[in-house]
Nanobody
Framework: QVQLVESGGGVVQAGGSLRLSCTDP????????MGWFRQAPGKEREFVAA????????YYADSVMGRFTISRDNARNTVYLQMNSLKHEDTAVYYC?????????????????WGQGTQVTVSS
């Protein structure tokens, strides 16, 4: 089963950028569609972005469209979330997720494996 290790979180000023990374050290990554979710304090976890296992389909939440970009490098077993023009409301713990069905991942937030999460704090 895939295991996921996230990195890249931190504190950034509004308008700045961060890039999150999520790596599968067991190298089973290429079989899965990958997504990013986030959870702010006092709120439910929400979908951010996803990319199908073959990279052919990409999905974004309306709130991040045009600012965030999800990409994957199957050779490095890594998925990235490039976050630009960050806003205070982007502050959350960001989770990486792997799923065999990208539609279920996007619509139901159901994944086979979740990462441990990485904190992103955007100061206003």
């Amino acid at each position: 089963q895939v295991q996921l290790v996230e990195s890249g979180g931190g504190v950034v000023q509004a308008g700045g950028s961060l890039r999150l990374s999520c790596t599968d050290p067991r190298r089973t990554f290429s079989r899965y569609s990958m997504g990013w979710f986030r959870q702010a304090p006092g709120k439910e976890r929400e979908f951010v972005a996803a990319r199908s296992w073959d990279g052919g389909s990409t999905y974004y939440a309306d709130s991040v469209m045009g600012r965030f970009t999800i990409s994957r490098d199957n050779a490095r077993n890594t998925v990235y979330l490039q976050m630009n023009s960050l806003k205070h409301e982007d502050t959350a713990v960001y989770y990486c997720a792997a799923a065999t069905d990208v539609i279920v991942l996007v619509t139901a937030g159901s994944a086979d494996t979740w990462g441990q999460g990485t904190q992103v704090t955007v100061s206003s």
